[in-house]
């Protein structure tokens, strides 16, 4: 695990008053090798070999054609389970969950049973004194990279080959290595989600009662102005902690359909259906002393017969981080000062926006539109820069846009919408990766080695299944009370031998490692695991007969590394079309099984792996007959001189 | 007080009984119910605080 130290504190002239000073990063000096050789990889989040395929054939992705000419193509085993942070962990380190320890998006806490996000985690100051509704910290507050095992990276930098790793996911808060990082999936908005929109109306919010990624404001307009608050951080230096905000206002055109929105010393005059520009906000936490600078953009989506205003989640301000998001810890500014504000979540793609109806779909692609046009401008400048050693650069586009629109070009997806101006989107999202590859390709000499990934592929959504509710109705749940409950809170421990927690697994309450486990290790342990594991595979879809689950495998049997006592001891390979629901991922017992998904989230990929398989192209040939995401770091290394690490399962796709 | 009993240890008692003659509680009982009703509401404010931060946190999540 990696730690950094957060929160920025100064000395106040008073004796009472003590504050930790924030302990930048250092970049020690390090030898850089002067190496002719280049590797660029490209990360493709999601991209599908069967789409792909099907596209190259018909001539439209001829870049990928030309890569794949040269050198190869061929589908790149993905992590089990394949899901971003899990499968990402297997490229980054060359190991898999076993050896990183990151087994879902989501992992659970054995003594409390509480559900945490994977990847990192945040703590405020341990040591605090009280001066009235003040809590001043006496250290500073820390937040922890949870993925275990060296990335690859760090061994090149061992050997001072300069590198530049771009918005790699499961890297927040980036290593601290003296490495060009800029962190990517798993880095929170400024209020430490995933990303929190804000929408304020004065229309009916009825249909917005349960709103998850986001917050809905009712507002009044009262004389053509509206005037609400913008929510920040929690502020951590008092005692209730409570979250900040920033009062504004708009003044609202009472002929056209115009309105100003002013917020501290900014004025951001919209049209209706108009985008602002990055707009930078100060959050006070100690008067005069202490603020927190976060950045957000405004969409006016409509200035009557309702008034409709959209905010981004509050970003971290790249050019004064509030939290680790780059290293050197300057990186960010520079990226600041070179192409402006940009995107710091780790997912900017706003899909809860869009699943919870707040933006239509074409307004979604506007925001997504925005995403990737700063991805592009800092493709391009990294691009520009890269004279030698390696270049890995993320895109998240296809898997964000195949999510949220595979509905559009199935027609069997319950969410299908024949009349969609939307079908040929994902065809197009795919050809403008091809026209990122041809940016490399014409910019790059024929001496730089070239790898095109992605982490998985892809599949329909059409069916939810609770897990938690099949392991309450065969007798492995016990439950306190009849409620759906959540975050298995109404579990009756002393009579529960399993549970489900994440997308893909399934626990047993094992005594020794759950708080209140029953089950003995040893032979109680894996005759129970065998029942279940049989028993699961028998599970049929009422409506169309179809196998629910395809394939359970064991930890033990899959994972090697000191981390698989960590995993869940049954990890649940769907079938195709078939998903875990949220409520069963976030440990509820909803009654009924398996329903249709009619959300606009309606493709995914957290099914059994074989389903699900990556892409590798490359320039040089591909001689590994099935190469998998782990192989890439081996591969990577040799391409430099450097030997395969001997923590790593994978071997080199290439002979060198 | 006590709707049902409750075994507890001979030296846990005698030490629940000394604190609670040293703090002016009118019976043992009375002290041990306090305190634990103390650490109940505890626990149960915290895990509702904690689960809506939790649940702010996870459903950020597009795939949730």
Redesign the interface.
């Known amino acids: 695990m990696k730690f950094n130290n957060v929160f920025s504190l100064s000395h106040i002239l008073t004796a009472i008053f003590a504050f930790a000073l924030l302990l930048g990063y250092g970049l020690s000096e390090s030898s850089i090798k002067n190496t002719d050789t280049k590797v660029l990889v490209i990360g493709f989040d999601g991209m599908d070999p069967i789409l792909l395929e099907r596209l190259i054939k018909e001539g439209k992705m001829p870049n990928f054609e030309r890569l794949m000419k040269t050198g190869g193509f061929k589908p790149l085993k993905t992590s089990i389970p394949p899901q971003s942070p899990v499968a990402w962990s297997n490229f980054i380190t060359g190991m898999n969950p076993g050896g990183h320890g990151i087994f879902d ?2 992992h659970r806490e054995t003594k409390t049973m ?4 994977s990847t990192s985690k945040t703590e405020d100051a341990k040591k605090k004194i009280t001066i009235g509704d003040w809590a001043i910290p006496l250290s500073s507050g820390k937040v922890t990279l949870l993925r275990h095992g060296k990335a690859f990276w760090e061994v090149l930098e061992d050997h001072g080959v300069p590198t530049t790793i771009f918005r790699a996911p499961a890297n927040f808060p980036p290593i601290d290595v003296p490495v060009v990082q800029l962190s990517g999936m798993g880095t929170p ?1 400024i ?6 929109f804000s929408f304020y109306t004065d229309g009916n919010t009825n249909e917005f009662e349960d709103v ?2 986001g917050k809905v404001f009712p507002v009044r307009v009262m004389n053509n102005k509206v005037e609400s608050k913008i929510f920040g951080p929690q502020n951590v230096f008092k005692k209730s902690k409570p979250q900040t905000f920033i009062d504004f206002s708009v003044f609202i055109d009472p002929e056209n359909l115009v309105a100003k929105i002013t917020v501290q010393d900014h004025q951001i005059l919209l049209k209706e259906g108009e985008w602002s520009e990055w707009v930078a906000l100060d959050f006070e936490l100690i008067p005069f002393l202490e603020s927190v600078s976060g950045i957000c953009r405004f969409y006016l989506k409509e200035v009557r017969p309702d008034f409709k205003l959209y905010v981004t ?1 509050v970003n971290i301000d790249p050019s004064s981080p509030a939290m680790p998001i780059s290293t050197p810890d300057n990186y960010s500014e520079e990226l600041y000062e070179e192409l402006g504000f940009f995107y710091t979540q780790g ?1 900017p ?1 706003d ?2 926006a869009l ?1 919870e109806k707040v933006l239509e779909d074409s307004e979604f692609l506007e925001q997504a539109n925005i995403v990737f046009k700063e991805e592009l401008d800092m493709f391009d400048y990294e691009l520009s820069k890269f004279k030698s050693g390696l270049l890995f650069f993320y895109f998240g586009r296809v898997d ?1 846009l195949s ?1 949220m629109f595979w509905r559009t070009m199935d027609s069997d997806h319950p969410a299908h919408e024949p009349a969609t101006e939307h079908r040929m989107l994902i065809e197009n999202i795919y050809q403008e990766a091809d026209a990122v590859l041809k940016k490399a390709l014409n910019q790059l000499d024929s001496n730089t080695t070239i790898i095109v990934i992605s982490d998985h592929g892809f599949a329909p959504f059409y069916r939810s299944f609770n897990l938690n509710t099949w392991l309450k109705n065969e007798g492995y749940v016990s439950l306190v009370d009849d409620s759906e409950g ?2 298995l ?1 109404n579990v009756d421990w002393s009579q529960t031998r399993a549970y489900g927690m994440g ?1 893909n697994g399934l626990y047993l309450n094992l005594e020794g490692r759950e708080i209140k486990g029953v089950v003995q290790p040893g032979v109680e342990k894996n005759a129970l695991m065998e029942e279940i594991s049989k028993k699961l595979l028998t599970i049929r879809d009422l409506e169309t007969g179809k196998q629910v689950i395809s394939r359970v495998y064991s930890a033990e049997e899959i994972y090697k590394g000191q981390y698989v006592k960590d995993a869940p001891d049954l990890i649940v390979g769907y079938n195709k079309g078939f998903r875990a629901s ?1 409520e069963t ?2 440990g509820k017992f909803p009654k009924g099984l398996l329903k249709d998904n009619l959300d606009k ?1 309606s493709g ?1 990929h ?1 099914i059994e792996a074989k389903f699900v398989p990556g892409i590798l192209l490359s320039n040089k040939k591909i001689q590994s007959a099935n190469p998998a995401l782990y192989d890439i770091a081996p591969t990577i290394l040799a391409e430099f001189g450097i030997p395969k690490q001997e923590w790593m399962v994978g071997k080199r796709v290439f002979n060198n | 007080m006590f709707g049902n009993k409750i075994k507890l240890d001979k030296d846990l008692l005698e030490r629940c009984k000394l604190i609670s003659e040293k703090r002016g509680y009118s019976s043992v009982e009375e002290f041990i119910a306090h305190t634990l009703e103390k650490e109940l509401s505890a626990k149960e404010t915290t895990s509702d605080e904690e689960e809506e931060e939790i649940s702010k946190r996870l459903k950020g999540l597009g795939y949730l």
């Open positions: 998006f989501i509480i559900p945490y996000l908005d209020q430490g989600t995933y990303g929190t998850s990624g989640p997912i793609e899909t809860k699943t964000q999510h959540g975050f809170q997308f949220t991922v976030l989230w995914d957290l």
